[in-house]
């Protein structure tokens, strides 16, 4: 799904340097059209067949399938917000508004720094949590 953000950010760019608001929402809302029928898809995928996406990149009986499978499953779910979260941060860039991006993944960070340790270890989620 790469090509979604560079696409974004040029189509917001144009738009926002005709200084038509109009379009600029027009644009971002097919953006978001867009990531929500490739988040659909992708966590379905995901969630419901994690075996034959990991049978993609594992080879049957590995090790690593035990941690795997739950990590893949709970991960499914963060497709569309991830999609949002990168098509959002393409869309400030198209209006050449750097900070705003900056400011909310400072805070993402920190509240991973801050609940992974105690969702993997103080709650002993392991590598789900």
């Keep these: ?8 950010a040029t189509l917001i760019s144009q738009e926002h340097a005709r200084g038509d608001h109009e379009a600029l929402q027009d644009a971002l809302c097919q953006a978001f059209m867009i990531v929500f029928i490739l ?3 992708g ?11 990991l049978r993609s990149v594992l ?3 590995s090790p690593a ?9 709970i ?3 963060a497709v569309l917000p991830d999609l949002i979260s990168v098509t959002g941060f393409s869309a400030f860039r198209g209006i050449l508004d750097t900070v705003t991006p900056l400011k ?3 805070f993402a960070n920190v509240f991973n720094a801050v609940f992974d340790p105690i969702l993997i270890f103080t709650l ?5 949590g």
Excluded at 65 to 73: D, G, Q
């Design 59 to 61: 080879r049957e009986g």
């Design 124 to 128: 002993n989620m392991g590598v789900p």
């Design 39 to 41: 988040a659909t898809f």
């Design 104 to 106: 909310i993944t400072a």
């Design 1 to 8: 799904f790469s090509f979604l953000p560079s696409v974004t």
């Design 75 to 77: 991960r499914a779910l």
């Design 43 to 53: 966590t379905s995928l995901l969630f419901f067949q994690p075996d034959r996406v």
């Design 65 to 73: 399938l035990e941690y795997a499978r739950p990590y893949l499953t």
